[in-house]
């Protein structure tokens, strides 16, 4: 099968060279760059955002309790009113008179005239309106603000959309990257 030297000699193919991690390098200083913000920015909100919330929490505080400490000093002033204005007073006691007892026939009832409905409905709600009229109309409450703040400021929503963003993208250019024919 091989006579003498008819042989071709194989010739070793160089390896490639290995090119530069140029892109690596570039990726790694993108993400290096996005950890450094997100610390700075951590440092940022730790020292001016969070004292700045929590002295505004402690005044807000102190104001609705100042508010709940006038509401039951209020409270307590009605009440006392109230209180005093259901003692009975004092009335002279006038003295006895010969004024003889009204005496009823026996046997007989007095005839009160039948009453008509409606004038009866409008004697109650006359009623009912005056009672209204006597009924204190201005309760002072308490006015306690709800919180204005939700899932997306407890959680840091904005910075995990960004981080999510930026992950997206990484994945995208990892895999162009992968995919981009490379050059002989």
Do not use: H, W
Not at 9 to 34: K, Y
Not at 52 to 63: D, F, G, K, L, P
Request: aromatic share 4%.
């Amino acid at each position: 099968m091989f006579e003498g030297d008819d042989q071709t000699p194989f010739e070793e193919e160089q390896p490639a060279e290995e090119s530069s991690n140029r892109n690596f390098f570039i990726i790694a200083g993108i993400l290096v760059g996005i950890v450094c913000l997100s610390v700075a920015g951590l440092g940022f909100y730790a020292l001016r955002v969070l004292p700045q919330q929590s002295n505004a929490r402690i005044a807000q505080e102190a104001t609705l309790v100042a508010q709940d400490v006038q509401v039951g000093q209020t409270l307590t002033q009605i009440a006392l009113f109230d209180a005093l204005s259901q003692t009975p007073q004092a009335t002279a006691t006038l003295p006895p008179t010969n004024t003889p007892p009204i005496q009823q026939a026996s046997g007989t009832a007095p005839v009160s005239a039948p009453a008509d409905p409606q004038t009866a409905t409008v004697a109650a709600a006359l009623t009912q309106a005056a009672q209204a009229q006597l009924t204190v109309t201005f309760l002072p409450t308490s006015t306690a603000v709800m919180p204005t703040s939700g899932f997306a400021d407890e959680a840091g929503l904005p910075g995990l959309v960004v981080m999510t963003i930026a992950l997206v993208a990484v994945i995208l250019l990892a895999r162009k990257l992968r995919s981009a024919p490379t050059a002989k």
